[in-house]
């Protein structure tokens, strides 16, 4: 079974930065896609960006530029630096990866990381 430990929300300026973090552990299992989405007050979820185990990787557009996922396939964990903030992305940032165990592919979310921007 697999498990989703969510680190590096926070307060900050607008235009600062923030890096999440998002580890998968457990075993028996092997991790496809990753990604991030958020959810603001009121809003429904969306994707920010995924990517992919060969690397691929995809943004939503009003991130581009600005954010960055990348992946440490050895430790199983995902990132996201989020450069020049905006208030807008205040937002839950939850973490999600596909992962296949016993053939089967499954999708698991994490608990989610509050990110405020604000000054």
């Known amino acids: 079974q697999v498990q989703l430990v969510e680190s590096g929300g926070g307060l900050v300026q607008p235009g600062g930065s923030l890096r999440l973090s998002c580890a998968a552990t457990?075993?028996?299992?092997?991790?496809?896609?990753m990604g991030w989405y958020r959810q603001a007050p009121g809003k429904q979820r969306e994707l920010v960006a995924t990517?992919?185990?060969?690397?691929?990787?995809n943004y939503v557009d009003s991130v581009k530029g600005r954010f960055t996922i990348s992946r440490d396939n050895a430790k199983n964990t995902v990132y996201l630096q989020m450069n020049s903030l905006r208030p807008e992305d205040t937002a839950v940032y939850y973490c999600?990866?596909?992962?296949?165990?016993?053939?089967?592919?499954?999708?698991?979310w994490g608990q989610g990381t509050q990110v405020t921007v604000s000054s």
């Open positions: 999600n990866v596909d992962y296949i165990v016993s053939l089967t592919m499954r999708n698991y």
């Open positions: 990517i992919t185990s060969g690397g691929r990787t």
């Open positions: 457990g075993s028996g299992f092997s991790i496809s896609t």
